[in-house]
């Protein structure tokens, strides 16, 4: 992504640039997930049932993203809990409810 002189970003965009410096809290919110890199938790809370929660367990291991102890307690508290007992389910746009213009912070 390239970098914009804010002189010309006003100038080929004025009524964005207007309302990006009369809405700051636009910007930060978008800020809250620059480097943001899910883990386990963040991509269990998108399955839909065990099944599915163990197989991501499962994937997660196999790229090296969990180690086999991390793996085991993982599948131990969905064995137990299930996965809505880990985490609750987050659905489609839940970031952008969450971190997006329209999210009060």
């Given at each position: 992504?390239?970098e914009w002189d804010v002189d010309d970003f006003e100038k080929v965009f ?72 880990l985490v609750e389910k987050r659905e489609e746009g839940y970031y952008l ?9």
């Amino acid at each position: 992504m390239s970098e914009w002189d804010v002189d010309d970003f006003e100038k080929v965009f004025p009524t964005l640039y207007n309302e990006m410096r009369t809405r700051p809290q636009l910007r930060t919110r978008s800020d809250a997930l620059r480097g943001f890199m899910p883990g386990p938790i963040d991509y269990l809370s998108r399955c839909s049932n065990n099944e599915e929660a163990i197989r991501v367990v499962n994937y997660l291991l196999a790229r090296g993203e969990l180690n086999d102890r991390e793996a085991a307690e993982l599948r131990s508290r969905i064995a137990q809990e299930g996965v809505r007992g880990l985490v609750e389910k987050r659905e489609e746009g839940y970031y952008l409810r969450r971190f997006g213009a329209g999210a009060r912070t």
